[in-house]
């Protein structure tokens, strides 16, 4: 990745791991978010609530993974419950 100098983006890897077979899968997906003029001002806030907000994607897609992975299917109700959870 480019190193971000003037401080004019957000970045942060979500890294997701996969059981397969025997194995894993790790997979990374790298966010990236432009910040306007206003929120380079309160860096320090943007910030904090970003990386408060991806936690909460990483808990979900977390919850969401055992629970298939444990034999649930996949819907909308199981998306639900896990948001719900990573909120919490």
Not at 16 to 21: L, Q
Not at 57 to 66: D, F, L
Request: proline share 2%; net charge positive.
């Amino acid at each position: 990745m480019i190193k971000d100098e003037k401080k004019f983006a957000l970045r942060d890897n979500v890294k997701i791991v996969e059981p397969n077979g025997q194995g894993a899968i790790v997979r990374e997906i790298s966010l990236f978010f432009p910040l306007r003029w206003w929120a380079r001002l309160f860096s320090g806030t943007v910030r904090k609530i970003t990386i408060k907000e991806l936690a909460k994607i990483n808990k979900s897609i977390k919850c969401a993974a055992e629970k298939v992975h444990a034999g649930n299917a996949m819907s909308d109700d199981l998306a639900k419950t896990c948001y719900r959870e990573s909120a919490k």
